[in-house]
Nanobody, 113 residues
């Protein structure tokens, strides 16, 4: 059982990206999903989370610009990122709230000024 992130890339400030998280196994619809990022030289931070019921929470730095969603039928979560800033640069990870599911490999997002 694992998660896999995709969709990262190099964009200019002000542009958008959509990240995808694909889960394996049969319990995806029982997981809360969290997106984290590792900014260069900084600690890992929580970006957004979505509960099983679809309730969402966002970090202060991204609230109003990022949207987290989930599609249980496809076993996927998405992080729509708009109005990207250079400080959004980092490796983005999705994580199940089930401690037995390991971290994915992450996907690199680079925002140039």
């Amino acid at each position: 059982v694992h998660v896999t992130e995709s969709g990262g890339g190099l964009v200019q400030a002000g542009e958008s990206l959509r990240l995808s998280c694909t889960g394996s196994g049969s319990d995806f619809n029982l997981w809360g999903i969290e997106w984290y990022r590792d900014p260069p030289g900084k600690e890992r931070e929580l970006v957004a989370k979505i509960s099983v019921a679809g309730d969402t929470r966002y970090g202060d730095a991204v609230r109003g610009r990022f949207t987290i969603t989930r599609d249980n039928g496809q076993k996927m979560s998405f992080l729509q990122m708009r109005s990207l800033k250079p400080e959004d640069t980092g490796v983005y990870y999705c994580k199940s709230d089930d401690y037995r599911v390991p971290w994915g490999q992450g996907t690199q997002v680079t925002v140039s000024s």
